[in-house]
Structure formats: structure tokens, C-alpha cells
């Protein structure tokens, strides 16, 4: 069942979190150096009975805020300003828009606000600072994509038994990518439990770098296979390839560098394989690698080479 997304504005988070506080901060902060509550609810734009509530410690506010030292600062300056009179209600804008933006810049805004929308955790989201950027965008389907695969194979009957030692991992790369930080998996893999599929946390790019090897081998050869998965070499599973017209690549296991032997083998075959396996060796456990265009590719050839285990 697909999650309800909570669309919250940053804009939100700073009426709603900053503004109450920075006001709360001003407010003790001109009374400290000697403005009455009726002087310093007019600098504020508020109610005498509000400046009350804030000078006595009431008025809420998030530490988070409260203890940055950017707002600290900000907010020093423009009690000083306000109460010597080298600064007026335009200049005192100015600063807190300023300050905004600051917090807005992987500061407490962006915290509170992926707390308020958990779809931006581990995006890098800078949508307050840079608008819409195609990179973000990118990188925020590869990651629904990786979600998507890790509870497409959750779903799948007796998943279990085709998890290794090891752990199962899903890994999807950018396009064109680099590295293994172009590459989002699950962090810490994906385990059985109980004869059920554990799914440790929302995935992450360069979160590992044994399926991105994987992945990025592969996209070498390809660049329209983008997405990878590990699980155990079982022989039924690779009968099973081959009875759906798939011919499984037999790879060496105890080998160097394991991204330019498969990038060796990929380029022998002519193509990528949809299922890559070896036999395991010494401290090295069997492992299969399931490849499609897209994570989700991968985890529904999985679970359709999986539907007919009757073990």
C-alpha cells in the first residue's frame, strides 16, 4: 500500500517553528537591554501580552533554532541595532531574511522540514536554495525506484531462502554515473529473519559498494542496466532462467578486482546478462547477480523466476 506523502513548505516550518522563536529571542533580548514590553511589541509587531508570554519564558520556540549560532548571531545584531536605533524595522528584515536562507541551506529548516516530509531524507535536498534541479529529480526516483525493488522482494514467498550469509542487496545507479556514490542501496543489506525479509532503512546513495560494483560494471558494457541484485546461487532459480529463455553468465568468484572481471565477462558475452552467478570459493560465498534496466526490473525478475518454488 503506497504511504500518504505530508506536503509541507519549508515556508511552514519557518512561520510556524522560526519566526515564534526568533520573536521569543528578541523579545529577551530587548527587554535585557532595556525596552519596556510595550516598546518591544511595537518593534516586533505583536501584542504587549505576547512580549509578556516570550519574556517569561512561554513563549515555545525550537531549540534547534534557539541554539544555532548563525540565528545567535543574527539575533544579537538586531537587538543591538533595534535598541541603539542604528537599525530599523527594514534593516532587521533584511537580517532574518538573510538568516532564512542560511537555515534553509542544509540547516535546521531542511531538518525539521525532512522530519515533516520523510521523502526528502537522504536526497541532499536543496529545492529551498537552487529551485528544482534535474539532478535532484534524478536522484530522488532512483531512490523510490531502489524502495520500491527492496518491497517487491519483501513481497515474495519464501524470499528468504534466496538470501545469502551475507545479505541481499538492491542497488540502482544514476545515469552516466561515476562511482559508488552514484549508486543508491539499502544500508547494512537486506537480511532474513525469522524466515522473513528485514529491510534496515530507507536506501541511500554509496551505501554499498558491493552491488554498485556490480551495477557499475554492467552499465559499462550497457548503460541502459542501471539496476542489480545479490542473491544466493541456487540452482532451481538458474533452471528456471533458462527454461524463460535467459542464459545465466558463469563468472569466477575468487578474483582481484571483481568490477573489471565482470566488465571482462560482460564484454566476452557481447551483452549483460539478465542473471550472473558464480560457485563461490574459499571464505567466498555462492552469489548471484539478477540485472534490469531499473532496480524494480530486477526485483520483478526475480520474483517471476521465484513464483515457481515449491520447496
Known amino acids: 500500500m503506497n504511504q500518504t506523502m505530508s506536503l509541507v513548505l519549508p515556508s511552514e516550518i519557518v512561520v510556524d517553528r522560526f519566526l515564534p522563536t526568533v520573536r521569543a529571542m528578541l523579545a529577551t533580548r530587548l527587554a535585557d ?9 511595537a518593534e ?13 519564558g512561554e513563549g515555545g520556540g525550537d531549540d534547534r533554532f534557539r541554539d544555532h549560532p548563525e540565528t545567535v548571531a543574527t539575533v544579537d ?28 541551506d542544509r540547516g535546521p529548516v531542511c531538518e525539521i522540514h525532512e522530519e515533516e516530509m520523510p521523502e526528502l531524507r537522504g536526497l541532499g535536498c536543496d529545492l529551498c536554495v537552487r529551485g528544482l534541479d534535474p539532478d535532484v529529480r534524478a536522484e530522488r526516483d532512483v531512490l523510490a525506484n531502489v524502495r520500491t525493488a527492496a518491497r517487491t522482494l519483501a513481497s515474495i514467498p519464501r524470499m528468504a ?13 544514476l545515469p552516466d ?12 543489506r537486506i537480511y532474513a529473519m525469522g524466515g522473513r525479509i528485514e529491510i534496515p532503512a530507507n536506501p541511500e546513495f554509496g551505501a554499498s559498494k558491493h552491488v554498485a560494483t556490480a551495477v557499475l560494471a554492467a552499465n559499462t558494457v550497457d548503460p541502459e542496466v542501471r539496476g542489480a ?3 544466493a546461487t541456487d540452482d532451481a532459480l538458474l533452471d528456471r532462467a533458462r527454461e524463460a529463455g535467459i542464459d545465466p553468465l558463469e563468472f569466477d568468484a575468487d578474483y582481484e578486482d571483481r568490477g573489471d572481471h565482470l566488465r ?27 540485472f534490469g534496466g531499473t532496480a524494480v526490473e530486477a526485483a520483478e525478475l526475480i520474483e517471476s523466476l521465484a513464483a515457481d518454488d515449491s520447496r
Open 177 to 188: 554515473p561515476d562511482d559508488e556514490t552514484d549508486v543508491a542501496a539499502v544500508p547494512g
Open 33 to 41: 537591554r532595556g525596552l519596556t514590553q510595550q516598546e518591544i511589541a
Open 229 to 231: 541484485i545479490n542473491v
Open 264 to 290: 571482462e565477462r560482460f564484454a566476452e558475452r557481447g551483452t549483460v546478462p539478465p542473471v550472473a552467478y558464480h560457485r563461490g570459493a574459499f571464505g567466498i560465498e555462492p552469489a548471484t547477480y539478477v
Open 161 to 173: 531462502d534466496y538470501v545469502p550469509n551475507v545479505g541481499t542487496n538492491v542497488g540502482m545507479a
Open 44 to 56: 516586533l509587531g505583536v501584542t504587549q501580552a505576547a512580549v509578556s508570554k516570550y519574556v517569561s
Open 77 to 104: 545584531r538586531i537587538a543591538d541595532g533595534l535598541a541603539s536605533g542604528e537599525m530599523d524595522g527594514y534593516d532587521a528584515l533584511a537580517e532574518l531574511l538573510a538568516l532564512v536562507r542560511t537555515l534553509e
